[in-house]
């Protein structure tokens, strides 16, 4: 009888979906980046965000497990957002993406409470790759040189 339940235990962990919530500014890459994910078994995208004012109250109604934020969004910046988010919904992970590292982001990702940074300029298998092991509680930051 345990080795039904067992079976039907991995097949739950198997079916669980990570759903996200994508803040992105650049509707182009907003586009790109919520099509990748949806052609994921395993990912849902849940809210498609152009600025930073709105990630706090969205996510607080549909409670996604990840949100996906750019550094540079208008209205409040990314990092800001991420804060509040953290600080009012500490059970939704928070992966940050930047286009160009300047200094200082790397440790203000870190205060925010982000779960993991990444430059947009990487594979997209690494994008997604990021999201699944952030989801499972790991953070993902770049080591420094």
Do not use: Y
């Not at 890459?29 to 919520?34: A, K, N, P, S």
């Not at 099509?35 to 995208?45: F, I, K, N, P, R």
Request: some cysteine; charged content about 25%; proline content about 6%.
């Amino acid at each position: 009888m345990s080795e039904d339940w067992s079976m039907g235990n991995t097949a739950a962990r198997e079916n669980t979906v990570t759903r996200i919530l994508v803040a992105e500014d650049v509707a182009d890459l907003r586009d790109t980046l919520v099509a990748l994910l949806e052609l994921e078994d395993d990912l849902e995208v849940v809210a498609e965000l152009a600025s930073g004012g709105h990630i706090v109250p969205v996510a607080l109604r549909l409670r996604p497990d990840v949100a996906v934020i750019d550094i540079d969004l208008p209205d409040v910046d990314g990092l800001t957002a991420a804060a509040e988010l953290h600080q009012r919904l500490p059970a939704c992970r928070t992966l940050i993406l930047t286009g160009l590292t300047r200094p200082g982001d790397l440790h203000r990702a870190l205060a925010a409470g982000a779960s993991g940074f990444l430059t947009k300029d990487g594979p997209a298998d690494g994008l997604i790759d990021a999201i699944r092991r952030i989801a499972r509680g790991e953070q993902l930051f770049p080591q420094p040189d």
